[in-house]
């Protein structure tokens, strides 16, 4: 997982959008960003590791789509409005990650939710990022 950090940290220097990452954090605080500043802080001390890739391409997601916030966003695993569509740009950043060298018979949405920490009800969102990059 440090790896896929790395890469989104590149990702985020490329699109000029700062970040922190931390791990002087409680274990319970989700990943932030704030859109007026284009910077995204990043509890590293999260508590299950797998998903802090997807909290971070997810705050990464908000900034690329051109959200606007007064006040930080939060990571929300919600299935609606700009949540939603920053999940959607996160599943796609982290899809190359799982597809990686893997025939397609191999490819699984379990395996991939499992691996980020997918909540469940973004299954249906999962399934079309991992599908329609065959």
């Given at each position: 997982?440090?790896?896929?950090?790395?890469?989104?940290?590149?990702?985020?220097?490329?699109?000029?959008?700062?970040?922190?990452l931390?791990?002087?954090?409680?274990?319970?605080?989700?990943?932030?960003?704030?859109?007026?500043?284009?910077t995204?802080i990043?509890?590293?001390?999260?508590?299950?590791?797998?998903?802090?890739?997807?909290?971070?391409?997810?705050?990464i997601?908000?900034?690329?789509n051109g959200?606007h916030?007064?006040?930080?966003?939060y990571f929300?695993?919600?299935?609606?409005?700009?949540?939603?569509?920053?999940?959607i740009?996160?599943?796609?950043?982290?899809?190359?990650?799982?597809?990686?060298?893997?025939?397609d018979?191999?490819?699984?949405?379990?395996?991939?939710m499992e691996?980020?920490?997918?909540?469940?009800?973004?299954?249906d969102?999962?399934?079309?990022v991992?599908?329609?990059?065959?």
């Open positions: 997982m440090d790896d896929i950090v790395i890469d989104l940290c590149n990702y985020a220097m490329k699109h000029n959008i700062g970040f922190i931390t791990k002087h954090l409680d274990s319970s605080t989700v990943a932030a960003a704030n859109t007026e500043s284009r995204i990043v509890n590293t001390n999260y508590k299950d590791k797998r998903q802090i890739p997807l909290q971070f391409a997810h705050e997601g908000h900034i690329v959200d916030s007064m006040r930080a966003l929300t695993p919600s299935r609606y409005g700009i949540e939603l569509k920053a999940n740009t996160a599943l796609n950043l982290l899809a190359p990650y799982y597809l990686e060298d893997k025939p018979e191999y490819v699984d949405v379990d395996s991939f691996m980020f920490a997918v909540p469940e009800h973004l299954r969102a999962a399934e079309q991992l599908y329609s990059n065959d």
